[in-house]
C-alpha cells in the first residue's frame, strides 16, 4: 500500500513538473509574439524567422490607412495664417490629375531656424491599396487672397538682403527698379504673384544681370509662359 502511494505522489510531482515546463515554454513563446495598438497595415517587414534581433531594433513598421499624413514646410511668414481644419489641396507624384482634398491636422511648435520654415501636418484620405510611405507630394493651402497683385516671371525676381524687386522698363524704354513683394509661388510654376509699385502693362527684364536703373534698352516680348501661381 506504501508503495502504491509513493508512487501516486511522484506522479502528480512528475505532472505537476511538466505542467510548470508548459506554463515555462508558453511564456517564452508569447516573447515571440508582437502585438500592435491600432489596426493597421504592414508595410515594412526587415526581419525573418530565425533573424537574430538586438533589443531596441524594429521588426515590423505597421501604418493607420485611417488617417493619412503629409508633411508640409511652409515659410514663417504664414505662421499666423494657418490654423487646425484649414482647407488644403493635396497632389501626391505620379497623381497629377487626382488632387486629394485634405486639411490641416497639426502645426509644429518649433520652426526650423535654418531653412525658416514650419512643419505642418496634412491629412487627406487615400485608398489603403495605393498607400506608399515616404512618397512626396506638393500640398496647397489657402491661406487668403491677394488683391492688387501682378504675376511676374520668377526669373525677373532678384533679392538684395530681405527686399525683393524687379528691373522694369518704363515708357521712355529706360530700366527702372521696382520694389516689390512675392505673396504667392508654386513650385509647379514660373511665374510668382507680387505686390508693390509695378504698374500694369510695364515690362519687366528677365536676364537683368550687367543692367543699372536708368539704362536706356530696347524691350523685346519673350515668349509666354505658362502656369499660374498659387
Do not use: C
Not at 515555462?24 to 509574439?33: A, P
Not at 491600432?38 to 505597421?62: F, H, Q, S
Not at 494657418?82 to 482634398?101: E, K, M, N, W, Y
Not at 487615400?126 to 504675376?151: F, H, N, R, S, T
Request: aromatic fraction near 4%; glycine fraction near 8%; charge should be neutral.
Amino acid at each position: 500500500m506504501r508503495a502504491a502511494v509513493a508512487d501516486v505522489g511522484a506522479a502528480q510531482s512528475k505532472a505537476e513538473a511538466a505542467k510548470a515546463d508548459v506554463q515555462f515554454q508558453e511564456f517564452n513563446l508569447s516573447e515571440t509574439k508582437l502585438f500592435t495598438y491600432l489596426p493597421g497595415v504592414v508595410v515594412n517587414l526587415p526581419k525573418r524567422p530565425g533573424d537574430a534581433i538586438v533589443p531596441g531594433e524594429p521588426v515590423v513598421t505597421v501604418a493607420d490607412p485611417r488617417v493619412t499624413m503629409v508633411d508640409a514646410f511652409v515659410d514663417q511668414r504664414f505662421s499666423g495664417k494657418l490654423h487646425t481644419g484649414q482647407p488644403a489641396t493635396v497632389i501626391v507624384r505620379g497623381r497629377d490629375s487626382q488632387p486629394f482634398q485634405g486639411h490641416v491636422l497639426r502645426i509644429s511648435p518649433q520652426a526650423d531656424s535654418g531653412t525658416e520654415e514650419m512643419t505642418v501636418e496634412v491629412a487627406f484620405p487615400l485608398p489603403p491599396k495605393e498607400l506608399e510611405i515616404g512618397q512626396w507630394a506638393d500640398v496647397y493651402i489657402d491661406v487668403g487672397k491677394a488683391k492688387d497683385a501682378m504675376v511676374v516671371p520668377n526669373a525677373a525676381v532678384m533679392q538684395m538682403g530681405n527686399k525683393h524687386f524687379v528691373l522694369a522698363v518704363g515708357t521712355d524704354r529706360k530700366v527702372k527698379r521696382v520694389e516689390v513683394e512675392p505673396i504667392a509661388s508654386s513650385p509647379r510654376s514660373p511665374l510668382v504673384a507680387v505686390q508693390g509699385d509695378l504698374k500694369p502693362g510695364e515690362q519687366v527684364i528677365l536676364k537683368p544681370i550687367g543692367l543699372k536703373p536708368g539704362e536706356k534698352v530696347r524691350a523685346q516680348a519673350a515668349s509666354p509662359l505658362k502656369g499660374d501661381a498659387t
